[in-house]
């Protein structure tokens, strides 16, 4: 310790400051500072007081009708007679069984993922995840109601989407991004076309063009479940920013490391997958997460093609005439969702750069 004091005396001295030192060298260092930092405090008491009061002093938290929201503040008994709303949509109460088995299911696939060294079994592990939660939750087969999509709705439909949008979306992406790194000029011409037009135009755009105009493409007779067309454009949408992402990590990597991987040999597909890619990848986590958190939060759009996320499965339930004047607890309860989410995945995100951080090796 002594030495590194020798070396670093500046550094040594910051840390025994302590929390004033920290304070006074960050909040309060210059006249803005302290200006802004009176601000920001002065906003929180204008905030925080009032809403605690009004969420959890004066609020109601027992009963199952309107009229036992009587203190003035929060009416926390319309959230919890209308969660089951909120959670499943119109998917029906006998067979929510279905959908709880598949979020148990998750949690045993990553509970086994730690135990797991082989990419081989994690990978067929989580196709055997996936098809079976589909069998579950759609059902028609070994004697499962069949459920069909526009009963889905809620928090269900909207983690299936937000799921099954990045997943579909992944591969996609990293093809479109090596098509636009390619030195063919066709495939590279194809892959910037097709980036740069989807991202020129807005998701509500993709999914108007995958709820109506995709079907028209298709054959007299043949149509498409509305959901799945939704993914589709979902998937389509997120896999353009997904490969500007992977494209930038493509850049980062050094070139002698190309050289090495064609001085020993290696085709192109084995380069990319073995020596490249995962370099890439890694360094590409952060904003492969930052597309996961938009797409988690842009699933309230498919309220406008007739499907009901949570979002609007709140907004259809604060309609209710028994229930009119309550859907301010509504939105606070779908924003604590929301940040709940979110916040998981951005944890996720710092875990995933520690684990694979090689810089300070």
């Given at each position: 310790?002594?030495?590194y004091e020798k070396i670093n005396p500046r550094k040594a001295r910051s840390n025994t400051k302590g929390l004033s030192h920290w304070l006074s060298a960050n909040l309060f260092s210059t006249p803005l500072n302290v200006a802004l930092s009176m601000l920001g405090v002065m906003i929180l008491f204008w905030i925080i007081p009032p809403f605690i009061k009004w969420a959890y002093i004066d609020a109601n938290f027992v009963g199952t009708t309107r009229e036992d929201c009587t203190s003035g503040g929060a009416c926390w008994v319309f959230i919890h007679m209308k969660i089951d709303m909120f959670m499943y949509g119109f998917y029906p109460s006998a067979e929510?069984?279905?959908?709880n088995t598949v979020y148990g299911l998750f949690f045993v696939l990553i509970a086994l993922f730690k135990y797991l060294s082989s990419p081989k079994a994690k990978l067929l592990l989580a196709n055997l995840y996936f098809i079976s939660g589909f069998i579950l939750v759609?059902?028609?087969?070994?004697?499962?109601?069949?459920?069909?999509?526009?009963?889905?709705?809620?928090?269900?439909?909207?983690?299936?989407?937000?799921?099954?949008g990045i997943l579909a979306a992944f591969p996609l992406g990293?093809?479109?991004?090596?098509?636009?790194?390619?030195?063919?000029p066709i495939?590279?011409?194809?892959?910037?076309?097709y980036i740069e037009f989807i991202r020129g135009v807005p998701l509500i755009t993709i999914l108007f063009m995958s709820s109506i105009i995709l079907p028209l493409f298709f054959p007299e007779g043949v149509s498409f479940d509305k959901l799945l067309r939704a993914l589709i454009g979902i998937a389509m949408f997120e896999a353009a920013y997904i490969a500007e992402?992977?494209?930038?990590?493509?850049?980062?990597?050094?070139?002698?490391?190309?050289?090495?991987?064609d001085a020993i040999g290696l085709s192109y597909w084995q380069k990319m997958g073995l020596v490249i890619l995962p370099q890439a990848l890694k360094v590409a986590i952060p904003n492969l997460l930052s597309v996961a958190v938009a797409l988690f939060q842009d699933t309230t759009l498919v309220?406008?093609?007739?499907?009901?996320?949570?979002?609007?499965?709140?907004?259809?339930?604060?309609a209710d005439s028994?229930?009119?004047?309550?859907?301010?607890?509504?939105?606070?309860?779908?924003?604590?969702?929301?940040?709940?989410?979110?916040?998981?995945?951005?944890?996720?995100?710092?875990?995933?750069?520690?684990?694979?951080?090689?810089n300070l090796r």
């Open positions: 310790m002594a030495i929510r069984w279905r959908v759609y059902g028609g087969f070994f004697g499962l109601e069949s459920v069909p999509t526009d009963k889905w709705g809620g928090l269900m439909l909207t983690i299936m989407v937000a799921a099954v990293i093809i479109l991004a090596l098509g636009r790194a390619s030195h063919l495939i590279k011409s194809m892959s910037v076309t992402n992977i494209r930038g990590g493509l850049q980062s990597i050094p070139k002698g490391q190309f050289e090495a991987a309220l406008i093609i007739g499907l009901f996320d949570l979002l609007a499965m709140v907004r259809l339930s604060a028994y229930w009119l004047g309550y859907e301010t607890e509504g939105y606070v309860f779908v924003t604590f969702i929301f940040w709940f989410f979110c916040y998981s995945m951005s944890s996720f995100s710092q875990r995933l750069e520690k684990r694979f951080n090689t």
